[in-house]
T-cell receptor, first 113, second 113 residues
Framework: KNQVEQSPQSLIILEGKNCTLQ??????????LRWYKQDTGRGPVSLTI?????NTKSNGRYTATLDADTKQSSLHITASQLSDSASYIC????????????FGDGTTLTVKP | DADVTQTPRNRITKTGKRIMLECSQT?????MYWYRQDPGLGLQLIYY???????NKGEISDGYSVSRQAQAKFSLSLESAIPNQTALYFC????????????FGPGTRLTVL
């Protein structure tokens, strides 16, 4: 069964600090991995997309890494801001199964002043 | 204007009532999805459609039905609403090919009393 597991479930950091969120998956055969940011009560917004051949992708202060061998990804947030407070969702798509996506439960990040 | 719109944004209804949630998109995408999100939990796929004449059940389709009236419109119906269908509902779209990156609407908050 395809699964995506994220850790930690929640995280609290001080403004200006860095943090790293983890995503482990068992989706196979792998097509791509996406990180989304979801503000409370709003729809998720895509941050990064990585295919098998990409092991890092940046979007401003967000940097995602992918290790396709160990089936792990991380999302690193640099110099956090209050607006980074949100849920971060890891989503993995398979090449088969009509390209359906498997969603992780998300990590809730709270940035405090 | 938003690319993916949902109506209504908020709805309170009573047990047993029929409810329809509507989704429209101007992105020209072939694929559309309906998700449900419960507090503190991840997104769960209810139904998805890869084309106007294509409808597929997701993980939690019981108690729900959908209609793909046109490429740009995908509606979700609750034939007889029950309290445990209280949740946040999201519509999403994606292109036929490529990364399957999904673009989400703003969500509909449904409360069933």
């Amino acid at each position: 069964k395809n699964q995506v597991e994220q850790s930690p479930q929640s995280l609290i950091i001080l403004e200006g600090k860095n943090c790293t969120l983890q995503c482990n998956y068992t989706v196979s055969p792998f097509s791509n991995l996406r990180w989304y940011k979801q503000d409370t009560g709003r729809g998720p917004v895509s941050l990064t997309i990585m295919t098998f051949s990409e092991n890092t992708k940046s979007n401003g202060r967000y940097t995602a890494t992918l290790d396709a061998d160990t089936k792990q990804s991380s999302l690193h947030i640099t110099a956090s801001q209050l607006s980074d407070s949100a849920s971060y969702i890891c989503v993995v798509s398979a090449k088969t199964n009509a390209g359906k996506s498997t969603f992780g439960d998300g990590t809730t990040l709270t940035v405090k002043p | 204007d938003a690319d993916v719109t949902q109506t209504p944004r908020n709805r309170i209804t009573k047990t047993g009532k029929r409810i329809m949630l509507e989704c429209s998109q101007t992105k020209g995408h072939d694929r559309m999805y309906w998700y449900r999100q419960d507090p503190g939990l991840g997104l769960q796929l209810i139904y998805y459609s890869f084309d106007v004449k294509d409808i597929n059940k997701g993980e939690i389709s019981d108690g729900y039905s959908v209609s793909r009236q046109a490429q740009a419109k995908f509606s979700l119906s609750l034939e007889s609403a029950i309290p445990n269908q209280t949740a946040l509902y999201f519509c999403a779209t994606s292109e036929r090919s490529g990364s399957n990156e999904q673009f989400f609407g703003p969500g509909t908050r449904l409360t069933v009393l």
